[in-house]
């Protein structure tokens, strides 16, 4: 049973940073693609970020760019989210998906297993 934990989240003022963490288990496939998504209290799930398998490589939301970085341990079967110079608009509950078919980015439906998500609060 293939299972993602993600940790990191908290409350955070603007201008500040965190990390965000997802492990994940029960299953070996080091060449499956991995994302973060975000979703805020009445709006849709969006893309934030996703990094490919096959060769490294990234994707991210033109929110983001420039301030967030996404990054993979195969080793320890762990995606990373770092995010610096937060902003209001960045609270979200912040949740890890795996795509186990495809060793590229893909679209939200494509992803097969979530974490239960992380809340990230950017507030003063």
């Known amino acids: 049973q293939v299972q993602l934990v993600e940790s990191g989240g908290g409350l955070v003022e603007p201008g500040g940073s965190l990390r965000l963490s997802c492990t994940t288990s029960g299953h070996s496939n080091t060449l499956a693609s991995m994302a973060w998504f975000r979703q805020a209290p009445g709006k849709a799930r969006d893309r934030v970020s996703c990094i490919s398998s096959s060769d490294g490589g990234t994707d991210y939301l033109d929110s983001v760019k420039g301030r967030f970085t996404i990054s993979r341990d195969n080793a320890k079967n762990t995606v990373y989210l770092q995010m610096n110079s937060l902003k209001f608009e960045d609270t979200a509950v912040y949740y890890c998906?795996?795509?186990?078919?495809?060793?590229?980015?893909?679209?939200?439906?494509?992803?097969?297993?979530w974490g239960q998500g992380t809340p990230v609060d950017v507030s003063s």
């Open positions: 998906a795996i795509d186990m078919d495809s060793a590229y980015c893909g679209d939200l439906y494509e992803y097969e297993y």
